[in-house]
T-cell receptor, first 109, second 113 residues
Framework: RKEVEQDPGPFNVPEGATVAFNCTYS??????FFWYRQDCRKEPKLLMS???SGNEDGRFTAQLNRASQYISLLIRDSKLSDSATYLC??????????FGTGTKLQVIP | DAGVTQSPTHLIKTRGQQVTLRCSPK?????VSWYQQALGQGPQFIFQ???????QRGNFPDRFSGHQFPNYSSELNVNALLLGDSALYLC????????????FGEGSRLTVL
């Protein structure tokens, strides 16, 4: 089993749609969780951290379920500028950070 | 405040050659991690340096080696290059005391012919 697994994608959605990405991780001792965004041929950049209580940043909502070892990202009212690859990232402690393979999102006019 | 800088941005090598990639971390950061990202894949952890020592290592052969200098900058060396080493090599800096955000450089795109 991979340490971090994500929906394979790609997700093609119309502008204004709501889209959700899922991610599972295998290490139950993992300490912190993140979503990164990566534009084509660019470096990954932090989108948001993920907390057990769930957190929201504008149109973006992240959820963590430690019991199920599951992380999600919800994007509401999708914009063309949201088109990118979204990477699920898990910190297993001592900064051993593992990335998922990423899910590609294409928002269509 | 300069972010993470990497050099060179692009390079082409042939099989069997050796390459050195360089990284300067974000100001104030003391930890440098290196990742390899093949096309269509997520970044794969190579190793991490802190206090001039390799602290963690991923599943990469000994052909991949590194170094961290007293000013926290770092180098990644790859010997005996293979075609499969063609990838984007990303450097990420962070604070050792922080289990949070990694700051990435724009990467060095290596092509092995």
């Amino acid at each position: 089993r991979k340490e971090v697994e994500q929906d394979p994608g790609p997700f093609n959605v119309p502008e204004g749609a709501t889209v959700a990405f899922n991610c599972t991780y295998s290490n139950s001792a993992s300490q912190s969780f993140f979503w990164y965004r990566q534009d084509c041929r660019k470096e990954p950049k932090l989108l948001m951290s993920v907390y057990s209580s769930g957190n929201e940043d504008g149109r973006f909502t992240a959820q963590l379920n430690r019991a199920s070892q599951y992380i999600s990202l919800l994007i509401r009212d999708s914009k063309l500028s949201d088109s990118a690859t979204y990477l699920c990232v898990v910190n297993g402690g001592y900064q051993k950070v593992t990335f998922g393979t990423g899910t590609k999102l294409q928002v269509i006019p | 405040d300069a972010g993470v800088t990497q050099s060179p941005t692009h390079l082409i090598k042939t099989r069997g050659q050796q390459v050195t990639l360089r990284c300067s971390p974000k100001s104030g950061h003391d930890t440098v991690s290196w990742y390899q990202q093949a096309l269509g894949q997520g970044p794969q952890f190579i190793f991490q340096y802190y206090e001039e020592e390799e602290r963690q290592r991923g599943n990469f052969p000994d052909r991949f080696s590194g170094h961290q200098f007293p000013n926290y900058s770092s180098e990644l060396n790859v010997n005996a290059l293979l075609l499969g080493d063609s990838a984007l090599y990303l450097c990420a800096s962070s604070l050792s005391s922080n289990t949070g955000e990694l700051f990435f450089g724009e990467g060095s795109r290596l092509t092995v012919l």
